[in-house]
């Protein structure tokens, strides 16, 4: 299952699968999770469908849960000048800058919803795992580049919930660039899994 999918594009991690399982003979049941491709039953903002996908990962239905939580309040963009949007999280509060108007709460209260239900999705395969399913979790999200001229921006690469979500299983987290994948910009990346060989 790959969450957070949104609608077909270049450098798909949808696309690219099917064409290596095509390629060496292997079928692929893929499941593209987003709000823009299967409705309600998708939104991952409503509670009860996020249960439902936990369950499902939990009770070793799901292989491999791909996991690219939107990133707009959590990227360093919001950094980059006054134009807007401004910055609704720091290195100092991840969760949400304290006492900012309310439409930077909202925003700071999605971006976390989405970061909360992930490290769930994580925690869920990792229980799998434990029971014997072949379950297994990768995180993608942009890569904490440290301090700004404006200030330090937030990381979900810097939450103790994130480094500690697979347990004790062994897991392996890169960086790279986008663009050699035929993104149009080099956007640093980085990746956090205990799929063998995912380095």
């Not at 990962?57 to 000048?81: D, F, K, Q, T």
Request: proline share 6%.
């Amino acid at each position: 299952a790959y969450f957070f999918s949104g609608v077909s594009r270049k450098a798909s991690i949808a696309n690219s699968l099917k064409a290596l399982c095509q390629k060496e003979g292997l079928g692929l049941n893929f499941m593209e999770v987003d709000i823009l491709l299967g409705g309600k039953a998708h939104d991952l903002m409503d509670k009860a469908a996020q249960e439902a996908w936990i369950q499902l990962v939990e009770a070793g239905s799901i292989h491999i849960s791909l996991l690219s939580p939107p990133c707009g309040s959590w990227s360093r963009a919001n950094w980059a000048n006054n134009k807007g949007p401004r910055p609704c999280r720091n290195r100092r509060h991840p969760w949400g800058i304290p006492h900012q108007r309310r439409r930077q709460q909202q925003r700071a209260k999605n971006g976390n919803e989405f970061v909360h239900f992930s490290i769930r999705v994580i925690r869920a395969a990792a229980a799998a795992k434990r029971k014997g399913f072949f379950a297994r979790s990768f995180l993608e999200h942009p890569e904490d580049l440290g301090m700004t001229p404006r200030g330090e921006p937030a990381s979900v690469w810097q939450l103790a919930d994130v480094k500690t979500a697979v347990g004790n299983s062994k897991f392996v987290a890169v960086a790279g660039y986008q663009c050699p994948f035929g993104v149009d910009r080099a956007k640093p990346t980085r990746l956090y899994s205990e799929i063998e060989g995912v380095e």
